[in-house]
């Protein structure tokens, strides 16, 4: 490695030597309604609590511990106890329904898991009698109400509450005997196509990710204060806290995700990392906010993020010197008008925002380039221990690629352009499932991402996912992700999922944004009774098809949406349409919405 990476297992321990009372976690107490912090000396002695009181437990080395929780510090201190003593760590989403946790907490044999709040313990315990090896629960929240027949579980600070040094010599034997090819975690990926599958990291691939990503973020530093809002669950947020924890930066944790927003105004992060979704929010909001301005704001607004996009993107994003004339201008508009649509958002401290888990419409990118925010644009599975490719602020940046491959990764194009993957951050394989490891990875040592796509000029373009090709009846191939990319950008348009497979063509179901569709009907004089009517509305569906039109007028004739429905309520996780991720399982919305889907393709 180029690079000096502190192993997992004492890396709060030695960066508490290193920080002292120095800040190292915050987060909301919502009972006194501020942020809190935790210094680097009080989280060292957490994670020592944490490791003191499962060895009381009698955890064993490579025993298998779950987290079913939303993110909160605990999550964190359960992690790197359980490392202290080489156990590993499965998180679950919080959202997790029963059948899943019953179905992880058996094939990963637990038998002490950590829930959050009240969701997450009664989920969890309705699933104890149907997992034999389940022993304890041990609960974070002290506002949890336990079952008048639990008899078992207990409440984090009672656990703690066991931890004693009588231990403390075994767990330096354990910490000095670990291997680099020793579990960390088992990552059970969403299922959008079948089965969840237990994906395995070792300590090898969380040092080759820190390595690699070390080199690829220069900027990273003790300086940086970290948004955590995505689930900790997810590899992406996972990877990146650990890695932010490895350079010493302040990390402010996010409990609530409805609270982003305002925990940025009050954090105001320099880095965060994030999903497309979420920029698409940001986008959304910018755009109505020049909408409803007075024609003067509006032409200042129109003038600003033009200027931006220039400055920003057709030069400094290509490595090229802006003429004197425009740089002048940006800095004025960077000075003013951005600078206030920034601190709107908490985001004038913004160094630099890692972004992946979907495609990014290019209008948003290119926006949020515009007002001088470092989106980095990425492509990553759980299975590659996050990172595969992202952009490099030194380096030329196009639009619509996912950045460049990490330098100790090979990337390789193989056949149906499928993107191959080879190195030290890829798994091992799948826990338990030695049939879908050989599918995934070949004699070769090449991991088939199941992505296509493409590399130009040393950047990596995704198309589509190979399994998500549609083909028409009539033999031409549509890609769904890469066209929904290019319809949710606008106002109207929440969620969309293309329906084309073994179709005469292409249809759609769409979520609408309720908020803007109320908005129009009042202003057009519709009158309504419910959102389901006004989806049915002639007029608002003839609004919908003009704006699709001009969306997909770059779209070839066979790719063009042709019908669509206005869906009264969003795709929930629910009713099974959405993974724990938030991606759409088309499976279930087929199902779900059948009736839907044949009307459009009666005639």
């Known amino acids: 490695m180029r690079n000096k990476i502190t192993p997992l297992n004492i890396l709060v321990q030695e960066q508490a030597k290193k920080y002292g009372n120095r800040t190292a976690l915050k987060y909301r107490d919502y009972s006194q309604e501020k942020w ?6 009080q989280f060292a002695e ?24 939303q993110n909160m510090p605990e999550c964190f201190y359960c992690d790197f106890g359980a490392y202290g003593i080489r156990a590993v760590t499965i998180p679950f989403y919080a959202t997790s329904s029963e059948a899943q946790v019953q179905y992880m907490l058996n094939d ?21 009698s149907l997992c034999p090896t389940l022993q304890k629960l041990i609960i974070f929240s002290r506002e949890v109400v336990k079952n ?8 984090f600070d009672e656990f703690l509450a066991t931890a004693t040094d009588a231990f403390d010599k075994e767990i330096e034997e354990r910490k000095q005997g670990v291997q680099d090819s020793e579990l960390v975690n088992i990552l059970y990926t969403s299922g959008t196509t079948g089965e969840s599958k237990g994906v395995t990291l070792r300590y090898s691939n969380y040092y080759a ?17 970290v948004l955590n809002f995505l689930p900790f669950t997810h590899v992406f947020e996972r990877a990146w806290s650990y890695l932010c ?7 402010a944790v996010n409990l609530r995700p409805v609270d982003v927003l305002k925990s940025m105004q009050e954090v105001h992060p320099s880095c965060m990392c994030a999903v497309p979704r979420f920029w698409e929010k940001v986008y959304a909001g910018v755009m109505d906010k020049i909408a409803s301005s007075s024609s003067v704001q509006k032409k200042l607004l129109s003038d600003a993020l033009e200027c931006g996009r220039k400055y920003n993107v057709e030069y400094r994003l290509k490595g090229l010197t802006p003429p004197l004339g425009l740089k002048l201008k940006y800095k004025f508009y960077e000075s003013t008008v951005i600078s206030l649509l920034k601190k709107t958002l908490g985001l004038e401290n913004a160094n630099f925002f890692p972004t992946a888990g979907a495609a990014v419409p290019p209008k948003v990118e290119e926006l949020i380039h515009a007002v001088g925010i470092n989106m980095m644009v990425g492509y990553g599975l759980t299975e590659s221990t996050a990172t595969v490719s992202n952009d490099l602020l030194k380096q030329p940046i196009s639009i619509g690629s996912i950045g460049r491959p990490i330098y100790n990764l090979e990337v390789k194009i193989g056949e149906n352009d499928e993107i191959l993957l080879r190195g030290e951050t890829i798994t091992k394989g799948y826990y338990k499932k030695d049939a879908a490891t050989k599918a995934a990875i070949d004699e070769d040592g090449w991991f088939h991402t199941g992505d296509a796509g493409y590399i130009k000029d040393g950047e990596l373009y995704l198309t589509d996912r190979i399994k998500d090709l549609f083909k028409t009846s009539n033999g031409k191939y549509i890609a769904p992700q890469m066209l929904e990319s290019k319809f949710v950008v606008d ?11 073994q179709r005469k063509f292409a249809s759609a179901l769409i979520i609408p944004n309720y908020d803007a569709l109320k908005e129009y009907a009042e202003n057009k004089g519709i009158a309504y009774n419910s959102i389901a009517e006004l989806c049915k509305n002639k007029q608002v569906n003839e609004m919908f098809k003009e704006r699709i039109d001009t969306l997909q007028q770059e779209f070839a004739h066979y790719e063009q949406i042709k019908k669509f429905v206005l869906l009264p309520e969003p795709f929930s996780m629910a009713k099974g349409e959405l993974t724990n991720t938030l991606k759409v399982k088309r499976p279930v919305l087929y199902k779900n919405y059948q009736a839907e889907i044949d009307a459009m393709y009666a005639e």
């Open 245 to 251: 924890i490895h350079q010493g930066c302040t990390l």
């Open 46 to 69: 957490k994670v020592n609590a944490v490791s003191r009181a499962l060895m009381a437990m009698g955890v064993r080395v490579q025993e298998n511990i779950a987290v079913f929780s």
């Open 108 to 128: 990963a044999e637990v038998r002490f898991m950590f829930v959050g709040e009240q969701q997450q313990y009664d989920t969890a315990f309705r699933s104890h």
């Open 36 to 41: 809190l912090d935790v210094s680097w000396i």
């Open 491 to 501: 106002r109207y348009i929440d969620q969309i999922s293309i329906i084309a497979d």
């Open 148 to 155: 008048p027949q639990d008899t078992t579980s207990i409440y």
């Open 209 to 225: 990710a820190f390595d690699a990503n070390i080199v690829g973020l220069p900027e990273l530093s003790e300086n940086d204060v």
